[in-house]
C-alpha cells in the first residue's frame, strides 16, 4: 500500500479492481447482455471519478468509513464468480435464519448475498423476474428503468454506493406491476447474509439489487427484511433498491434492517412519484456495527403524496445513519417524514433530512420531524434537518428534538403502581411505538412489536436510566 493511500481508500481501489475483473469474466463468457455492460460500466466510472469520502465531505461529515479496510481480504461471494443458484449450505437452512425470517401472509423470496434461493422461496408472482432470467418484454423494462431512478438527481448528489452497486451488478430482481393491477399479497424478499464459502476469510461482501416498476393505477405492497445468517458474522452489504411510482400507482415499502451486530450495511431507496402517485413507507435500522441508509425521493408529477416513517436504535458502540432527500420538482405535492432514535450505550446515530422546494414547485405541504431519545449520558445523536425553498407559495416544516426521559411522565406511572424499571421500559418503547402503530401489515405490526418488546426487555441499553427534570429538547428551525 502506497504510504497516500489510506487504508478505506484502498477499499475505493479494491473493489474498482474487481468489478473490472468481473467485468472482464463476464465478457469472456458472453454472460451479460448488453444493458447490462453499459449499466456496470457507467457505475466503475462514476465511482472512479468520485472521491473517497472522508470527514470533510458533508454527506458523510459524521460516519467514518475507515472500518471498511476490514473487508479488503473478504469473500467477495457472488460477486466474482458465475451463480444463479445457491449451494446447498446456505444460510437459510440454518436456525439462525429460519427464526428470523418472518411469518407474513405474503409470497416469500429469499436471496442469500443476493442469489435467489428457489428452494427457500415461494414461486414468483406474474411480472416478477430475476435480471438473469427476464424475457425480451422484462429486459426492455429493466433496461429503461435500471440505474435510471439512483441517477436521477444531479451528478453532485448521486450515491457514491449507488454507483459502486452498478458496478458490481449482475443479478437481482425485478418486480413489475402492470396497469391496474392490484396484487393479491404483499412480496416479502428476505436478503439473507451468509458466512463465507472458504476458510481463508472470516468475512462476506454482498451486493444487493431490487427494481420495482408500477405501472399507471397499480397498487402492490413490498417487505424487504435484511438479517444476517450467523450471530457474529462480519459481513459488508452493499444494497440498493429502485422504485418507479407511474401515474396513479400506490405502493407501501417496508424496509427492515435487523442485522447482527458484526455486520455492515450501506443501501438506498431511490424513488420515482408520477402524477397522483402514492407512496408510504416505513423503516427501521437496529444492530450494525456500521448502518448507513440514504433515501432520495423525486416528486417527478403533480399531485404525488409521499409519507415515509422511520425508527432506529442504535446501542453498544453502534452507528446508524439516516439521509433522505425529497426533491419536490413539481407543484400540489406533499411530503410528510417522521424519524425517532433511541441511542443508548456509547451508540452514535445521525440523521440528515433534506428538503428541497424547487422554484416550480408551487403549493408543496412538506413536513419532517426528528425526535430523538438519549438513554446514556455517552451516547451520542447529530441531527439536521435541512430545508431549501425556491417557491412563495407552499407550507413546510421541520424540527428536531434530543431529549431523555421526562421526568413527570416517570412519576405518574409510578405513583399509579408501576415499578421504576417497568416504567422506563414503558415510556422508552412508547416513544417509538406510536410510529409502528402506523403500518398497515398486521402480521409485520406484531411481529415488530414482539421482537421490539422483548428486546427492550432483554437489553437494558435501550431503556433509559437517565431521566432528567429540565428535558433537554431543541427546536431547529420552523419555516
Not at 160 to 179: E, I, K, Q, S, Y
Not at 297 to 313: F, I, P, R, T
Not at 383 to 391: D, R
Amino acid at each position: 500500500m502506497s504510504a497516500s493511500v489510506t487504508p478505506a481508500a484502498e477499499f475505493h481501489q479494491h473493489a474498482l479492481t474487481l468489478a473490472a475483473a468481473q467485468s472482464a469474466a463476464m465478457a469472456r463468457d458472453n454472460s451479460s447482455p448488453a444493458w447490462m455492460t453499459t449499466l456496470r460500466e457507467q457505475g466503475a466510472a462514476d465511482f472512479a471519478r468520485t472521491s473517497w469520502p472522508g470527514r470533510k465531505t458533508e454527506q458523510w461529515k459524521y460516519t467514518s468509513l475507515q472500518s471498511f479496510q476490514d473487508f479488503l481480504a473478504a469473500d467477495w461471494g457472488s460477486a466474482t464468480v458465475a451463480a444463479t443458484t445457491v449451494d446447498a449450505d446456505a444460510a437459510t437452512s440454518g436456525s439462525a435464519v429460519s427464526s428470523s425470517l418472518l411469518t407474513l401472509s405474503a409470497t416469500r423470496l429469499i436471496f442469500v448475498d443476493g442469489v435467489f434461493d428457489a428452494e427457500a422461496s415461494d414461486a414468483m408472482p406474474s411480472g416478477t423476474t430475476l435480471f438473469s432470467l427476464a424475457d425480451a418484454a422484462a429486459e426492455k423494462i429493466i433496461a429503461d428503468n435500471l440505474g435510471r431512478v439512483a441517477g436521477s438527481v444531479d451528478a453532485q448528489r448521486r450515491n457514491l454506493f449507488a454507483m459502486l452497486n452498478n458496478a458490481w451488478t449482475r443479478d437481482g430482481l425485478l418486480v413489475h406491476v402492470p396497469r391496474s393491477v392490484t396484487l393479491e399479497k404483499p412480496i416479502y424478499i428476505a436478503h439473507v447474509s451468509s458466512a463465507p464459502s472458504t476458510q481463508r476469510t472470516d468475512a462476506t461482501v454482498a451486493n444487493q439489487r431490487v427494481l420495482v416498476v408500477m405501472e399507471e393505477g397499480s397498487n402492490a405492497q413490498i417487505i424487504e427484511h435484511y438479517i444476517g445468517s450467523e450471530p457474529g458474522q462480519p459481513a459488508f452489504v452493499n444494497a440498493l433498491t429502485e422504485i418507479q411510482l407511474g401515474n396513479n400507482a400506490q405502493l407501501h415499502h417496508t424496509r427492515l434492517n435487523m442485522e447482527d451486530e458484526a455486520l455492515s450495511h450501506v443501501g438506498g431507496v431511490h424513488l420515482n412519484l408520477q402524477r397522483d402517485s402514492r407512496f408510504s413507507g416505513f423503516t427501521i435500522a437496529e444492530g450494525s456495527r456500521l448502518k448507513r441508509i440514504d433515501y432520495q425521493m423525486n416528486h417527478c408529477g403533480q399531485g404525488a403524496e409521499l409519507k415515509l416513517d422511520g425508527v432506529y436504535l442504535a446501542r453498544h458502540k453502534q452507528l446508524v445513519d439516516y439521509h433522505t432527500t425529497i426533491e419536490h420538482r413539481v407543484p400540489h405535492c406533499t411530503s410528510q417524514e417522521v424519524f425517532r432514535g433511541i441511542i443508548g450505550d456509547k451508540a452514535k446515530a445521525v440523521f440528515n433530512g433534506r428538503i428541497h422546494i424547487h422554484k416550480d414547485a408551487q403549493k408543496t405541504l412538506a413536513e419532517l420531524n426528528n425526535r430523538n431519545l438519549l438513554t446514556s449520558n455517552s451516547a451520542e445523536i447529530d441531527t439536521k434537518p435541512e430545508l431549501e425553498i425556491y417557491a412563495d407559495d407552499v407550507r413546510c416544516a421541520h424540527g428536531a428534538t434530543i431529549s431523555q426521559l421526562d421526568e413527570t411522565a416517570l412519576y405518574y406511572l409510578q405513583s399509579r403502581g408501576i415499578s421504576p424499571a417497568q416504567a422506563r421500559v414503558m415510556l422508552s418503547f412508547g416513544f417509538i411505538n406510536e410510529l409502528l402503530q402506523g403500518l398497515p401489515h398486521e402480521d409485520i405490526k406484531t411481529a415488530l412489536g414482539t421482537h421490539l418488546s422483548a428486546l427492550f426487555a432483554a437489553d437494558r441499553a435501550l431503556v433509559s436510566d437517565v431521566a432528567l427534570a429540565d428535558v433537554d429538547a431543541v427546536e431547529k428551525g420552523r419555516a
